[in-house]
Structure formats: C-alpha cells, structure tokens
C-alpha cells in the first residue's frame, strides 16, 4: 500500500532559493517556461520565466551537453547547470546551463511579444489571448497585487472577530430588484442572480454578529463604460452593535491600513513593477455629500445642475479637491440622499432627506458603498410600504428582524476597481480577469 | 473636517477579554443578545449571546436600577455591571447587573427554542428559518469549522507560492459541457453558469505555475439526495511542473495537515462543541480503482456489478474497509475509467482504459476528484476528435496550450461535504448556509 505523507520538496529549486548564497557555484536544477531566447554569437541568454519572476540562464557552446536549436521560445524545461553571481543579470544570478530536459513544446510561435517590458497590444488584443498576454511578467504583477488585496480584507477581518461566510448567488429574488438582474430557469421557476450578497449578509449579522464575503456578484446593467463590470467580486462586511455608520469607516479605514502594510510586506516586488505610490491611509477625511458638491462648485466654478445626485466628473473634482488642500487619497463622502440608496438604508433622523451613508472615493473614483442599515422591524416594513415595495420574497429577511436585530452596517468594496485605482490604469478591465461586459462573454 | 483614523476601540468588552483575570471584580461594560432569561425567585439569570460565546448575567432586584420585565428575549442590550468569577457560569465569569440600555427590541416571541442545547426541529424548519435557527449556538458553530477550512486553503496554499485567481461565473461555455448546466440570458446572448473553474484555472498555470480558487459552482443536476446540492463552495487548485499526479495527491495532504492543525488552534471551542475527533492525516493510503472494488468485493462478499464504476455503496464500503484494515480516515481512490472523467483528463499511458487521476474519500464520501490534465496541444485535439466534441468556444482554451503548458493537474474540494464529513452530519444541507437544491431556491 502507498501512503500520501505531505508536500513533497522537489529537487527544482525556486527562484527565491536561487537568489539567496546557499547554492552560488553549485550545480542546480531549475524548471520553467522559456521566457525569451537572445542569439549573441558563441553564447546566448535563455531567460526561463518562473512564478516568482525571470531567470537569466547562459547557454555557451561546447559547456552544454545540448544543441541550442532544442531549445524553443515557450518550451518548459528542467534545466541543470552552475549557478553564479552575476550584477547585470535579474536578481544578480545566471545559471551556466548544462543540460536540459524538455518538458512539453509549444506548437506554435507566440501571438504576442510577451517577453517585451510593457505590452503593446491593445487593451481587446489582451482580452481576447488572456492566458498568452499575461505571461508578460507586468501584466501578471497586477494580479498578484490584487490578490493582496482581497487577503488582506480577509486576514484583517478575521483578526477583528469577523465570520466569514458563503451565499447563494441563484436566488428567488435579490436585494435591490429592479431591472439589474441576470434571469434564469432554475427547474422551471423564475430566479436571479444576486446583484449584491446584502440580505444574506445582513440576515448572518444576527447570528455572528460580524461576517463578511468576498464572492461574484453579477449586474445586468446596460452601462458600458471603463469603470462598470457585469459580474465583478466584492468584498462585503457587514457589521453589528455599531454606534453609528463612521463604526463602518472606521473598519474600512482599518482595512485599507492593513493591506497596505502587507502588500509593502509580501508583494514589494509587484509595487516596484507598477511603481505604485502607496496611498496615505492613516487619515482619511470624511465629507457631507452636499458640503462635498458646494466645496467642489466653488472651487472649480461648477454649477450644482442636481443637488441630489453626483455624477462621475463631480467625482473626479472631489478627489482632486481632497488631494489638492487636504493631501488626500481617499476621502468618504457621507449623508447621501435617502433617494439614491436601497430601502434598508437608515435615514438619517435629523434630516430625513438623507441617509446615514457613505462612499468611499479613490482618486475621485468610488470603489465603496456602505453605511448604516434599519434594524427596527416596523421601521422597516413602513419603509417598503413607503416606497411602494412588496414584501413578497422578503419574508424570511424580514423575519430576521421581527426576532430581533442589533444597530449594524457594512459595505461592499468592488475588489477590481480597488485594483485598478492602485496600479494606475484607466480601465478596470485591465485588473479583471476575464472580464464579463455588454459584448464581452469569452473567452 | 473630520478624519478616519482606523479601527475605535469601543467601551464595550469582548468575551475573550472577560474571561481572563484583569476585569475581575471590576464595573465593565458589554453588548449582547439576550439568548435566554432563567426566573430563580429573586434573582435571574440573563444569558447574553456574543459572537464568541454565551455570558451569564445576574439580575437581583434591589441590586439594578431597572426592573427585570425591562428585558425580553432577543433583545440587543448594552449592560453595565461587576464582573465576577463563577465557577458553575460558562467560562466561569459572571456579570452582576447593574443597568442596562436597550439597543433593540423584537416584534415577536422567538419560533424556535434557540437557547436549547439541541435544536430538536427539522432540517426542514431550520432552513426556513436560517436567520433565526443558526443563532442556537451548536449550530453556528458548524459555520466557524467551516471557515476554519477554507482559511486553511487559502493560507496553507499562499505559503505553497499559489495565487489566488477570480474566474468568471457566467460564460459562453463550460468545462464539461453537457445537461447540467444553468442556462440563462446575457443581452439577448445564449449563457451558461460555470459548473467549475476548470478550464480558466488551466490556462491561468500557464501564467502563474500554481494557482486556487475558493468560490461557488452551478450543477443544474437533477439529484435529490443527501450529499448533492445544486450550488455549492468549490475549493480548486491547480500546479503546474509536477512530475506526477501524486504530486496533487500529496499537496491536498499537506492542505489536510495544515487546516486539521488550524482547527485544533483557532477553533478548539466548535471542535469541542461537534465533540469533532480530528481525522488523520499523517498517512493517507492511496489505492487503485480496480484494486479498491477487487478489496470490498472479497471482504464484505459483494458482486462487482460494473467494473468501470463505483456506487456510493462502493465508497461507502471501501471507507469502511481502510478505517478496519489501516485505521484510516482518508483513502486515494487512483486511476479512474477513462470513461468516467473529462476529456482533459490524462489517460494512463500504461493502459488508457484508465486516467492519472483521483478521488479523495472521507470515511467513505468522495470530497475531491482531480488528476493530471493532458498538456500537450495535439494530444488535447485528438481526444476531443475521439469524444466526438466540437473545439466551438473552446479556441482560447485551445490557444493556451498550442503556446505551450507545463505538465500540470488539480482538484476541486467540496467545502459543504468537508463540513459535513468533519462533524458527522448526514445530509449536506446542515453544513450549507443556504442550501439550493431541486425544490429550495428560498431564503
């Protein structure tokens, strides 16, 4: 009988152990992807890409016991040879190849330059050969970046007493309804996809008083812009025995904190790709929306054409705003109109045209919403009724708070917008995936 | 202006903190629910519900400046009174009430008895009731060894050099194709939900060698037994560079050693609450499909039926088998029929009757199924040509490997069986949030 005892240490080193002393002058072996072959007369380079970066690998003629010609742009290999120091190669190492096992060969040449430092290839181009353009170390960096993100909200949150937990996605209706919803056939009855995991979310914050999600959520809508996707995965929290909805910014705050502390820690090498300029957490300034709207008309001189509603350019100049007097990368815009927000929002009672909420901007781009929920069960249903809802669908949610519910709130954060502000791109395609838009379903 | 300056730490103390020695004796502060209030003539017991566990209050009259009637069951309060010790109160703390500030009060009298040890009510009931039955403590405490897991992935695979990828859910086409799949409408386009991230977590091994995925899954299957459902939570993983498919088998036992030493860690409480006997991981026996069936027929003098299948019985027989013979708790099931898995699988090459591939059984449950996957571009078109499937909407899978891909395999983990393997439920549904099975799409 065999017996599966654990993780197996292979002999290929990796990268991480090539860049240390402990094997220079050594005979190693190493395996990969053959990144870019470089022809310089007598000796070529063979740069091997591996999963923590690339790999300068010297094949000189009559040191190896192979033809170069084996040897094939996006083969992988095993390769052995010495390791050396060398100050002009990536890392400061190259490895003086000996010879090589093949691994697997392609079975045609590559589509794009991949081994260039940035990708001229149109934004469609990459899209459409997701799996070839990000390949090219940079492309790959932003994803790396984003994972930091999205395990930073999690280890943050668990160390805050945060339950994570899993929602349905089919459901029979969703939290917000209305015309944004994917429908489908869920053996013969009418379902959706949930937009947002709001009612799952809210209904968990009675039993573990603080839980949190980070899953796909999927919106029908007709918008084709850089910065809206139709399925994008959020990071919600959602939390209970609040004092009040800045609770909720101050958790936020914390989180963003965190994760910048760890990706200084754990993705050094990916800031340093993108040189990004780590954004200033430590105060973040929080606004009324309708302050945030005269600041901004002000000081730019622009008319308030809806005092009840921001657009995205009113946006752009309250980041620029906050950033120019204050120094600010993010900033929350709080108190928005009971009007744009859902009905669990909580209005607020001093002034009932408005909410106790908040976005929170990025360079002048919101990648959050949050604030303050109803948690009186009569509160609640007058509010549906207010707004001439059914409560059809809703019974168990509301139930929910007929049984009892603490003061809470959360948010919900778009993980790729959060991404793409980071880094610097333009369109939040560029830190998705396999982005899903009005024309865009494969690959 | 006002700033955001990271997490506040509120008056209000946490469990953790009451049940060490520095508030004995002392006037503290703590919210809660009230989970159950216990008449005892002139005092009262008041047991508040917290996220970490229940505190037992007492309430003497004379001794608070509030009446007893004040409070009511599924109340949220903040009370104020001394902390003192008590040997027969859980954890051995108790609170002498002093005053109390409602936060919230229900509408209605609770419908389940929640404050019981043992929620003596249908599976039928509690999921109708999610929001309200999970408050009993035994049964939340199924959802925190359920993070413990996923946790346990994720960590123990980051420190393995994963990267953690988002796949998009809805898409043109499928990893498997064929009926069970979700259909619906995507802007007047034909689409479908992905039953697995099979094909994106392949193309993306290509980029970053080794990469997971933790997120829901869609089978439209038209099962109704105790361990499908028709969504659930998909643990996936996919490595590149191995040199076999006892390479993935090996990286799931390493995932299993870390997540039970996690558990035993972090979640010691809901161990001891499911009275959970941690499962052994230290040798997982690995035996042959053929030889499995061949084993449980001899011993346990039953009929093979089919030999290129294994019937639930089968599993369950041969769980059994392994607990007598080697007291194991797991068991690899290797080399499936070709017959019964994909056409990405890798055929054994000394028999391509059979597949480099493998299932994991929990005490007799399949958990995981995964395997080497064919690398090589030519042999990928060949055995799609011998299936008799057409390469439509599978062209930038296709590309990805015509551009070369390191031998490489995976799995998927079914986070609900794990769950319910781990603390011996029988039916999947009690280890599901919100379960979606054939008649349930609600709440």
């Not at 969703?174 to 947002?196: K, T, W």
């Not at 910014?249 to 340093?272: C, H, I, N, P, S």
């Amino acid at each position: 009988m065999e017996f599966m005892t654990g993780v197996r240490k292979t002999e290929p080193l990796e990268l991480s152990e090539l860049l240390g002393d402990d094997y220079v002058g050594q005979q190693v072996k190493v395996n990969g992807a053959i990144h870019t072959i470089r022809h310089m007369g007598e000796v070529a380079f063979v740069v091997l890409r591996k999963r923590e970066g690339l790999l300068q690998c010297v094949y000189e003629e009559g040191a190896a016991d192979f033809l170069l010609k084996e040897l094939k742009e996006a083969a992988t290999v095993e390769v052995t040879g010495v390791l050396e120091k060398e100050d002009r190669a990536p890392g400061g190492r190259e490895l003086r190849l000996k010879s090589v096992k093949i691994l697997s060969l392609p079975d045609a040449a590559m589509p794009l330059a991949i081994a260039k430092w940035k990708l001229h290839t149109s934004l469609e181009a990459k899209l459409n050969m997701r799996s070839v353009s990000l390949r090219n170390v940079r492309e790959r960096a932003k994803f790396k970046l984003q994972e930091g993100l999205v395990r930073g909200f999690r280890d943050f949150l668990y160390a805050q007493g945060f339950t994570e937990i899993h929602t349905p996605k089919i459901g029979a209706k969703s939290a917000e309804g209305g015309s944004n919803l994917f429908r489908l056939d869920y053996f013969h009855r009418p379902a959706v996809l949930q937009q947002s995991p709001q009612l799952y979310k809210q209904m968990m914050v009675g039993v573990f008083d603080r839980v949190f999600e980070t899953a796909p959520v999927f919106r029908a809508e007709k918008h084709n812009t850089k910065r809206h996707l139709n399925e994008y995965t959020s990071l919600d929290l959602e939390m209970g025995y609040i004092e009040g909805f800045e609770d909720i910014m101050a958790m936020e705050t914390g989180f963003l904190q965190y994760a910048m502390d760890l990706l200084k820690r754990e993705y050094a090498k990916e800031l340093q790709i993108w040189k990004v300029t780590i954004p200033k957490t430590d105060r973040i300034p929080a606004v009324r929306f309708d302050r945030a709207k005269e600041l901004v008309s002000e000081k730019y001189s622009r008319r308030i054409r809806n005092p009840f509603d921001l657009e995205p350019e009113e946006e752009l100049l309250i980041g620029r705003y906050f950033k120019e007097e204050y120094d600010a990368d993010f900033v929350f815009v709080t108190h928005y109109p009971s009007k744009k927000r859902p009905f669990y929002a909580m209005d607020d009672p001093e002034d009932s045209r408005y909410t106790l909420s908040f976005d929170l901007l990025y360079h002048g781009l919101e990648i959050t919403t949050g604030g303050q929920r109803i948690h009186d069960y009569q509160m609640l249903k007058e509010k549906l009724e207010k707004r001439g809802m059914t409560e059809e669908g809703l019974e168990q949610y509301l139930d929910t708070f007929r049984y009892g519910m603490p003061p809470h709130g959360g948010l919900g954060i778009g993980l790729e917008r959060l991404t793409m502000q980071l880094v610097g791109e333009d369109n939040v395609r560029e830190t998705t995936l396999y982005p899903r838009d009005l024309s865009r379903l494969e690959p």
